[in-house]
C-alpha cells in the first residue's frame, strides 16, 4: 500500500520552530511534486509550500513565506517542512502531499500546535 507517513507535530512557543517530515513508503517520492498544506477546523485546507520534481523551483505562500522552507532527502524518501519563528495562528494539522500517477495521496496529518 502506498503511503505518506508524516512525524514531528508537537506544542511549541511562539518564536519556536518545529521540523515535520514526510516519508514515503512502496513508492519513490524523488520524481515527484511535493507540497504542504494546513487545516483549521472549519476551515478549507490551505497549500503553504510546494517544490518541483525536476528543478527545485520552490513556491510558497504568503502566510509561510520568510519563514518556512520545503526540502527532500533523496536517500531517505523523505520530504520536510521546517518552520520558524512560528505565531499561535500557525496552530493546524499539517498535511504532506503528492500525486503517485493520478492518485492524489495524503499524509496522516501531524498537528502543530503553538501556544505558550
Known amino acids: 500500500q502506498l503511503t505518506l507517513v508524516e512525524s514531528g507535530g508537537g506544542l511549541v512557543q511562539p518564536g519556536g520552530s518545529l521540523r515535520l517530515s514526510c516519508t514515503a513508503s512502496k513508492f519513490t517520492l524523488n520524481d515527484k511534486f511535493v507540497a504542504w498544506f494546513r487545516q483549521v477546523p472549519g476551515k478549507e485546507r490551505e497549500k503553504l509550500a510546494c517544490l518541483s520534481s525536476t528543478d527545485g523551483l520552490t513556491w510558497y505562500s504568503n502566510s509561510a513565506r520568510g519563514r518556512f522552507a520545503i526540502s527532500r532527502d533523496y536517500e531517505k524518501n523523505t520530504m520536510y517542512l521546517q518552520m520558524n519563528n512560528l505565531k499561535p495562528e500557525d496552530t493546524a494539522v499539517y498535511y504532506c502531499?503528492?500525486?503517485?500517477?493520478?492518485?492524489?495521496?495524503w499524509g496522516q496529518g501531524t498537528q502543530v500546535t503553538v501556544s505558550s
Open positions: 502531499n503528492t500525486v503517485w500517477r493520478t492518485r492524489d495521496l
